[in-house]
């Protein structure tokens, strides 16, 4: 097969940055050259792989705003900047302060539980205790799983200040992960948070003790 010319390869990655993800054969067609030639010129641009729909998307590496959890979802093709599923899973849950549960993780990467949770219950780094009736995933250093444990605990059990329950934390919680960053009326109006019927001054109390209620101007340290 010819060499490639410059022009054409920097045409299809221009396209490849406009339409954001696409399929190793997409880059072929565009290219006109043979899939093992396509998949060499994607290992030379460095691209990220999608974690789901069985890794069959790609995105240049100046394509995706990740966010805060290194995740960027795009249609349905979803890239994790830390690699692959296997590879996220044990960031997350090494970086979650309190561990994670299944329905937690599955929040975060936008996938069901049961479609990848059974592949990684040996997953080295990673071990899974029972907490208040839910299987949850903590590190296996000793030291972070400490705190990881002390933390969920100070979540879980409300002080006389708070009128919550564990399942009702839980879900306080994970609406607060998937929308890192917004305020209390925000976090109210959630169609989760509404569905649970929280009461705004249980929700304030929980998130106040916690130190997860953002902080408007004019108020105090």
Request: charged share 20%; proline share 5%.
């Amino acid at each position: 097969m010819a060499r490639l010319k410059q022009n054409t390869i920097e045409g299809a990655r221009q396209h490849c940055c406009k339409i954001k993800t696409f399929k190793v054969g997409d880059l072929a067609s565009i290219l006109k050259c043979s899939i093992p030639n396509a998949r060499l010129k994607l290992k030379q641009w460095r691209v990220y792989t999608s974690y789901n729909q069985n890794g069959r998307f790609y995105t240049l590496p100046q394509v995706p705003v990740f966010n805060q959890h290194g995740i960027w979802r795009f249609k349905e093709a979803a890239f994790s900047k830390h690699g692959n599923l296997k590879k996220t899973f044990i960031h997350l849950i090494i970086s979650a302060p309190a561990g994670l549960s299944g329905k937690q993780i599955g929040e975060l990467l936008g996938l069901l539980p049961q479609s990848f949770l059974h592949h990684f219950s040996n997953c080295p780094g990673i071990c899974r205790k029972k907490h208040d009736g839910v299987y949850v995933y903590f590190s296996e250093d000793e030291f972070v799983y400490e705190k990881q444990v002390q933390q969920r605990r100070s979540i879980i059990y409300r002080s006389p200040l708070v009128t919550i329950t564990a399942p009702e934390a839980i879900i306080l919680l994970v609406a607060i992960i998937k929308h890192h960053g917004i305020g209390l009326q925000d976090i109210l109006a959630l169609p989760e948070i509404k569905q649970s019927k929280l009461q705004q001054l249980a929700i304030q109390n929980f998130m106040e003790t916690q130190g997860l209620l953002k902080k408007t101007p004019g108020t105090g340290p």
